[in-house]
C-alpha cells in the first residue's frame, strides 16, 4: 500500500482528493493536513464522509509528513508548498503539488503574476508539469510534480494539439472559459454566497488571470515559438465544471480533415480524453464526477476560425482526478486506478 | 458473470442503474430496452455513457429477454411490467421490478390508487418488498422483487424502527417530503422545464400521493395494527436527493435513550444506514451519488413530539441502488458491490 | 415627502428596502446606514442601484438620523434596534423594527429564545406587531412598531384564521416551512457558500428556531389559550421564498365549507392575500418579488385533518414589503403604494 | 389609454409582456392571444398573475385584433407574424414584432439562416429595426417595427460604439454568448428540463446560430462596410440573462482613452444604457428584472485587443422590455414609462 500525505485535505479539492483516495485500491491515507481543522475529525468538516473518514486532522507539518507517507499532496494556498521544500522532503517522498508553486518555469513571471516571491526558486527546474496526456514520459521518474491549473488543463487540451500541428496561428487564439463555483474553493466570501452567485454570470480576472502564463508557457512548447493569448475566465452558478470555447484562425490551406486527424493522432488510445469530433459540442454535465475530459470542434467557413471546446471536472481532471493519475504513473501503477468512476448524471 | 436486463433503460433510474452496474464486477449488461429510443445507441442519450456504453437500445420484449438474462431490471411505468409477467419469465430469470406493480399487497388498493387495473394479480402473493435492510431474508429466495418507492424508502427507514418498538402513536405521524426533480422523470413537460422548478418550491399531490399507501402499507406491519398518515411531497429545485422530516408524539414514558435504542437496535451493523444521533440533522447532499440512508432525530420536549428525519439519493437508494443491492442479495453476492462509491461533494 | 432612514441598509433586507422606497412616490431615502461599509458608495456595494442609489453610507446614529427623518427603518441584528430605542428618538420619529426586538410581549420569553439581554424593556408594551392584515387600526398610531418574521408572517397567516374560529385543535398544529437562501442574510459563512447550499436541503433549529415563539404568541392571541407548536424551517437551493405546510386535525364535525369561509371571512378584501382555494397549492414562484402572500389547503378526510398551505417573498412580504405596508398604514397612504409590482417570473 | 393586443402571450416573452404592460400607466390589454391556451384564463397558466390578470385567452386572429387594439404586440414563431401581415393590418394599427421576421433587411438571408420562406418579403424594407438607443428617430415614425433580439441586442450594445469609431478591426470580433435558459422558451422538450440544464454549460448552434446575420447586418452598418463575426452562445442554468464577452483587435494607435470616449459619446444621456467604465465586469444579476444594459471593458496591452462586456436581462431589454421601450417611442411617450421599474436582487 502507497502511503499518502494530504496538506490541505480540508479544502474543496483536497476533500476530493480523500474520495479519489479512499476509493483505490493501492493507496492509505495517512494524514489529514489541515490548517483551519486541526484536531477535528475530517468527517466532521465534510458530512459526505461520516463514518467513512473519521480520523482527526493533523497541523501542516511536512518534514514530519516525508518520515511516514511514500507520496504527499500539496492543495495549499500559493507560496505554501515551495515555503516547505527541500532537499530532505524530496529525498523521502514523492511530492505532488496542487497548487501553482512548480508549473511555472521562469520564477519572474510566477512573481509578476502572482504578486510573492517565490522561496525555493531551486526546485523549479526538476518540477515536472504534470499534464499526463502530454507529458507522461517525464513523469514517472519525477519526485517533484506541479499539478495543472483547472482552467489550464481544460485550455490545453483543446488548443494544444492544433498548435503543435500547425494548423492554427497561435497569436489569434483567444481562450473564454466557464467554470462552476467550487473552483473558487470553500472560503468564506460574500462573493461566494450562494445569493451571490446563484443566477448570475460574469467574466473576472479579464487579461489578468493566473492560469494565463501556465497555459502560455505550454502553448509556447507547442509552437516552438512565444504564444501570447487572451484568457478570460467566467463563474457559472453550478457546482463542478469547466467549459473552455476557444478561438483560433486556421493557417492558409488547412482542412477539416487536418484538424480531425491532429485531434486523433495526439489522443488516440488516451483513455481519459474523449474526442466527440467536429460539429460536435462538449458538456459539463457528461464528465461530471469524473476524470474525462470530453473535446469537441467547428470549424466556421465564413471566418476560417476554428472553434475548439473542452469539458471538464474541475476538481477532477482539473486537480484531485489528475493528481491521482499523475499518481499512478509516478508510482508505476495503472494509470486509470481509482478514476474509473464513470460520470454521474444528472 | 450475472447477465442484465434492462427494460426502461433510458429513463433517469434505467440509466442510474446502467452506471452502477457497469461498475459491478459481477454484472454485464446484455440489454439496454427503451420504449422510445430503440436502435439508438445508448451513449447518445446519455452523453455520460460517450464511448463507455455505445450499445444500441432494442425493444421492451420481456420475452426474449428472459432467455437471455439471469435477472431483468424494469424501470417502466406504472402497469407495464405486471403486463409482461408470467410464469415462463420467473421461471428463467429474476425479475427486479422498479415500478409500484407489486409493492402492495392489496390489488384493489393498488388500483384504487393507482387508477388503472391491475393484469396479473397473480404474482403479487409472492413478490417480495425489497426494503433491504428490513426484509433481507424474504429478499434471499425470491423470484420476483418489488423495489420500493424513493420516497418511501426514506420515508419507512425513518419511521419504522420507532413505530416496531412502539415508542410512537402511529395515528399521529405526518410525514412532510421533499424531492429533487430526478424523481419526477425524463418525460418532456413544460412543469419540469428548469425555468419552471428553479426557484421554486411548491406541494404536489398532497393527500393523495401513490407512495402513501406503501408507506402505510408497512408501518401497519410494524405496529400490527392499521396505520393512516399524513404524507405530502414537495418539489425542489435540485437534482437528486430526498429529505423526509417526519413527525410524531411520542408514547407516555418513552425517553430520548429508548429513541436512540430503537434505532441503534433496528440498524445495528448496516452498512447502507448512517445514524447521525439525536440532535443531527441530515442533508441531502452528504449522500448524493451513495447508497446511503443518513437519519437523525430530535425530540421536543415542549410539544412531546419526536422529529425523525432521513435523506438518501432518490436515484440510487430510492431507486437504482437498492435494486442492485436487492440483486447482490438474491445472487449471493456481497451486498455492497458495486455500491461502494462514497457520496460527492460538492 | 416623507423622510425614511435606514440602519442596516446593506444587508439583504435593506437592500430589498431601499429599492421598493426609491420606488414609492411620497418617500425619500435621506440616511443608508451601515455597520460594514460606512462611507462606501451603496451602488458599490449592490450593483443593480449603479447610477440609482450614489448614495455615500452613513454609520449607524439612530440620534442623529432622528434629527432627520419621519421613519426609521432598522434591519440589524437583535438587541440592536432595542440598544438605541429612547424616549426622544421616538418622540422625533416612527421607528420600524425589522428585528425581532420588539415582537415578543413577555420579555423573558425574549431572552430565553434570542440568548441576549432586553435593554429596553419597557418600549415592548407600545410596541406594536405589524402583521398588517391582523392587526391594521393598532398599528395605525402608533409609534414603535415590530415588524413580523418572515416564517412568522408565512406561518400566522396560513394558519391565523382556523385557529381563530375554532376549526382546528391548536394543540395539533405542526408547521413545516421552507425557506431560500436569502433569510440567511449576506454574511460571509462557509454554511452559505453557493457549492453548499446548492444540490441541498436540510432542517435546521428543529425545535428550537426563534421564529417559535412569534408564532405561538400569535396564535395564543387568536385561540384564546396557550398554543405551543412545532415549527420546523428548512433550507431550500433558491434564494427567494418561502414556503408553508402546516398541519392540524379538524375538530369534530368541521367541514371543508367551514374551513373555507373561515379563510374568506378573515382575508376579504385583502389586496396583500390571494387566497387559492382548497386542493390548490401555492407556490414561491408566483409570489417572488411581490408582498403577495398566496394561501391555499387540502383537508384528508382519511386523517381528518387540514394541510395549510401559503408562499410568500421572505425579503417583500416577510421582511422590507411589509415593513413599507406598515409605514403606509401609519402615514395614512393607500396601503398598496409602492408595493404594486406583479410578481416576477421567470 | 393605448389598447394593446399580444399574440403569443403565453410564451415567457409574452407574459412578460403582459406583466410590464399591467404596470404601464398608459396602457390596457385588450387582447391574450395565444395558440395553445385559447379559452384558458391566463392567470391559469401563470400563476403569478392570479387575481391579476384573469383574462381569457383568445385566438390568434390578426385582423380582428386590429380592429381593437391601437398596437399588437407578436411574440409568435418565426414566420407567423410575416403570414399576418397586411396593408389593412398596418393601415389600423402599429405591430411591434418580437419574432425576428423583419429584422433582416436581405430577404434571402433571412431564408437561409431561418429555413424558411419569408410570405411577405414587401414589408420588410418598411420595417425599423428597433434598437431604441441607435435608430430612435427611426422608430418614431414607423409603423411596423421589428424588435431585436436578445443576444443581438446585447452584443451590438457592446461592439457597435467602437465599431461605429473605427476603433477596432471589424474583421477580429468575435462573440461569445452566455444566456439564461428562459431564452429557450416554454416549450416542453428533454433538452430544456431542469435536470437537463442545472449543473452544466455547453454551447449550442456554434457558428451557425441565427442571430450572427442580425449582428452582423447592423455592425456592418456601422463599419460602413460587410463585417463577418462569430457569434457562440452558451447555455447558462438561470432563468433570466445575458452576459456578452466580445473580443476585438484594437487599431493601430488607439487608447484606453479613445475606447472610453467612444462609449461615453455614443451613450451619452441614455437611461438604459450604464458604461461601468474601464476595468469593470458587468453582470447579469445587477440587472436582473430591469431595462437596463450594463456595460464594461478591458484593453489588454499584451494582445492589444479590447474585451467589450455586456449584460442584460433577456426577457426584458432582450424582448418585452425593449418592446415597450419601442412602443413608448412609436406613441411619443417618456421613454422609460413603465420600464422604470429597478434591478432585483437578490
Known sequence: MIKAGILGSTGYAGAELVRLLLGHKDVEIVWYGSKSYVDQAFAGI???FFRI??????GEDMDALAEEADVIFTATPQGYCASLMNESVL????????????RLKDVSVYEQWYKIMHPTPQYIGEAVYGLCE???????GCRLLANPGCYTTCSILATYPLVKAGLIDPSTIIIDAKSGTSGAGRGAKVGNLFCEVNENIKAYGVASHRHTPEIEEQLTKAAG????????PHLVPMQRGILVTAYASLCPGVTAEDVANAYHAQYEGEFFIRLLGEG????????????????????????????MMSA?????????????????IMFGLDEAEGLRALPMFP
Not at 515559438?225 to 478570460?232: L, S, Y
Open 312 to 328: 471538464l471536472d474541475n476538481l477532477v481532471k482539473g486537480a484531485a482526478g489528475q493528481a491521482v493519475q499523475n499518481m499512478n
Open 280 to 307: 460536435k459540442c462538449p458538456e459539463t454535465r457528461w464528465v461530471e464526477g469524473s476524470n474525462f475530459t470530453d473535446i469537441g470542434w467547428v470549424i466556421d467557413p465564413r471566418t476560417n476560425r476554428v472553434i
Open 134 to 140: 502530454l507529458f507522461r514520459e517525464d513523469i514517472r
Open 225 to 232: 515559438a512565444p504564444v501570447v493569448i487572451n484568457f478570460t
Open 91 to 102: 529525498s523521502k517522498v514523492k511530492v505532488i503539488d496542487l497548487s501553482a508553486d512548480f
Open 46 to 48: 465534510y458530512g459526505n
Open 53 to 58: 473518514a473519521e480520523n482527526i486532522c493533523k
